[in-house]
């Protein structure tokens, strides 16, 4: 006869967090704000727990005393003690033990319950699979709180602002894009969105993309993945080395015709772009393998996700390609979401916008699908006018003027920004006519 297998726990870890909080009480709320009660598997732990939770949000002071009266069981002064012998100075690593046991206990119940279902079941109907699906793609969110009262979030709204109102503070989850006017309508990068760039072919989405990656990874740091369905691993990382250095992209593509002192420069420009903390994935075209992809680079540490470009995703055929496309862009804005990172997305526009007089792009472009439009906290469209009309730039001239269109902004203004375009090496940047910094030099980076 087989024994039961107890679910997943750590004794440890629970007598380290109630430990912890006896021994400095000041530390009650954050506990309480990261900690449930349900993180705890001990049911003598969970009744505590819920006894802290009481007294938080009393704001009533804690000691023996109001603990024993809040907790209203037999606890005893002996028993209260014992969970002290075993103390972390870092109570906030056995917290993350608690969420992480918690989820696989959360992981088994439902497979187990999955399991029972489809045994006993002969509907055909998929409910079981689509509620695993969405278990699994929301999974951080699935072992949370279903709600949060008005306390907690007020209390957590003025704790952050008042955080952020300290002369030394510095955001942690809003980046700079690269460039300056165009942070000034969006507010910068946000963790947790999904932002949509779209253009007709050849417009330059992708070179605008590929800067705001390289800006992030270059001046930010952050870790970034590019999902590249288009263009393969060695473009990408030629058209990033030309941004970097600032060195025209055909000469690149032509090394016979490189000059000697140029080479050094270009060697030493590789070594330092190969120390940046991005990663390419050029192989993966499925829904899934996308997915999966970003999973397990969000687990390695990546913040910031650009996938180039939607409309070439391997969805699913039996479905009309509108919602197949709507499902993902779904899908992505959930995992920008539930993971806390930054998915930029390449889109193309349909040829609606060639046939107009002014050719500038609006919403009703997006190719394919609205539900692009629904998902993404942002949509802007690269707009060049002469693109369509060559004669209002000088061939000769490297540099032409160019705008970003902003049509969609969940936390800002809409509206167009003037940019610059530099030819040869694929790079937007601000105009400089326009009382702003220049661009970010060699020498300031490194």
Same mark, same amino acid.
């Given at each position: ?19 912890? !909080? ?11 704000? #990261? ?16 006894? /802290? ?11 023996? *005393?109001?603990? @024993? ?29 608690? #969420? ?35 278990? /699994? ?16 979030? /007020? ?67 952050? #870790? ?36 000697? #002192?140029? @080479? @050094? ?36 540490? *990546?913040?910031? !996700? ?5 409309? +070439? ?35 193309? +526009? ?28 942002? *949509?802007?469209? !690269? ?9 209002? *730039? ?53």
């Amino acid at each position: 006869m087989k024994t039961a297998k107890t679910l997943p726990h750590d004794k440890r870890a629970e007598d380290a967090v109630i430990g912890a !909080v006896v021994l400095e009480p000041e530390i009650l709320q954050d506990v309480v704000d #990261k900690l449930s009660a349900e993180d705890f598997y001990q049911p003598l732990h969970k009744d505590l727990f819920k006894s /802290f939770e009481k007294l938080a949000k009393a704001s009533t002071a804690l000691d023996d *005393v109001t603990l @024993m009266n809040a907790y209203g069981g037999k606890l005893t002064s002996e028993v209260l003690a014992s969970k002290l012998l075993d103390i972390a100075q870092n109570w906030g690593d056995y917290a993350d033990i608690l #969420k992480e046991t918690r989820r696989r206990r959360n992981i088994i119940q439902r497979l187990s319950d999955w399991q029972q279902r489809l045994w006993e079941t002969d509907d055909t109907s998929t409910s079981v699979t689509g509620e695993a699906m969405d278990f /699994f793609t929301d999974s951080d969110e699935s072992v949370g709180e279903p709600y949060l009262d008005s306390s907690s979030c /007020f209390r957590g709204l003025w704790e952050d602002t008042k955080k952020r109102s300290l002369p030394d503070w510095q955001e942690s989850d809003v980046f700079t894009s690269g460039i300056k006017s165009l942070d000034q309508k969006t507010g910068g990068v946000r963790l947790g969105c999904m932002d949509v760039i779209a253009a007709r072919p050849s417009v330059g989405k992708t070179s605008l993309g590929l800067g705001v990656m390289y800006h992030l990874a270059h001046v930010r740091n952050l #870790k970034t993945l590019i999902l590249s369905l288009e263009l393969p691993q060695r473009v990408l990382s030629r058209k990033l080395l030309s941004m970097g250095m600032n060195y025209p992209y055909r000469k690149l593509e032509r090394p016979k015709d490189i000059a000697t #002192k140029d @080479m @050094m420069n270009i060697e030493r420009w590789c070594n330092k772009l190969g120390s940046l903390p991005i990663l390419i994935n050029d192989h993966d075209r499925k829904p899934d393998a996308l997915s999966f992809a970003i999973r397990k680079a969000a687990r390695q540490g *990546v913040q910031c !996700v650009m996938l180039d470009y939607l409309n +070439l995703v391997d969805v699913d055929q039996k479905a009309p390609l509108h919602q197949s496309l709507g499902n993902f862009a779904q899908l992505l804005a959930s995992l920008a979401k539930s993971l806390n990172i930054y998915i930029l997305c390449m889109a193309q +526009l349909n040829r609606g916008i060639d046939s107009r007089q002014e050719h500038q792009p609006v919403l009703a472009d997006l190719k394919s699908t609205s539900d692009i439009e629904q998902s993404a906290s942002i *949509v802007s469209f !690269v707009h060049r006018p002469s693109f369509y009309n060559p004669d209002l *730039v000088d061939e000769n001239d490297d540099i032409e003027e160019c705008e970003i269109i902003i049509a969609k902004n969940r936390y800002g203004e809409t509206g167009k920004v003037p940019v610059e375009f530099v030819k040869s090496c694929t790079l937007f940047r601000d105009r400089l006519n326009l009382n702003q910094a220049p661009p970010i030099t060699d020498e300031e980076i490194f």
